[in-house]
């Protein structure tokens, strides 16, 4: 699994753990719910600084975001 898969799967769970839609996540992250999808599809690359804010809005620190063996919950 790539580093994209990973990122796109932690994301994904951790949005629907917090029960955001790509939507909210995009506006507390300061981006677009097409932009979460696009993560969450893979078919994009972040920034170090968009990674820092999709954590930050999602409650967690970055390197769990990007973690192949992360619990998220």
Not at 25 to 38: D, F, I, K, P
Request: glycine residues 6%; charged residues 30%.
């Amino acid at each position: 699994m790539d580093v994209r898969e990973i990122l796109a799967r932690n994301v994904r769970k951790r949005r629907a753990c917090l029960g955001l839609t790509q939507d909210e996540l995009g506006a507390r992250a300061g981006s677009s719910g097409n932009y979460v999808g696009m993560i969450e599809r893979t078919e994009t690359s972040i920034s170090i600084d968009m990674l820092a804010d999709i954590a930050d809005a999602l409650h967690v620190a970055p390197h769990h975001l990007l973690d192949p063996k992360a619990k998220i919950e």
